[in-house]
């Protein structure tokens, strides 16, 4: 049995949990690249 699974890149532009900005965060994942 063979299992595939495809992750997406994702990058992070703000936000980080011990910020100022409570862990909330702003990210882009790109669809168009998989890893």
Same mark, same amino acid.
């Given at each position: 049995?063979?299992?595939?699974?495809?992750?997406?890149?994702?990058?992070?532009?703000?936000?980080?949990?011990?910020?100022?900005? +409570?862990?909330?965060?702003?990210? +882009?994942v +790109?669809?168009? +690249?998989?890893?």
């Amino acid at each position: 049995m063979i299992i595939e699974t495809y992750s997406y890149p994702r990058a992070a532009v703000i936000g980080n949990p011990s910020d100022g900005y +409570f862990g909330k965060t702003i990210a +882009f994942v +790109f669809s168009n +690249f998989i890893a």
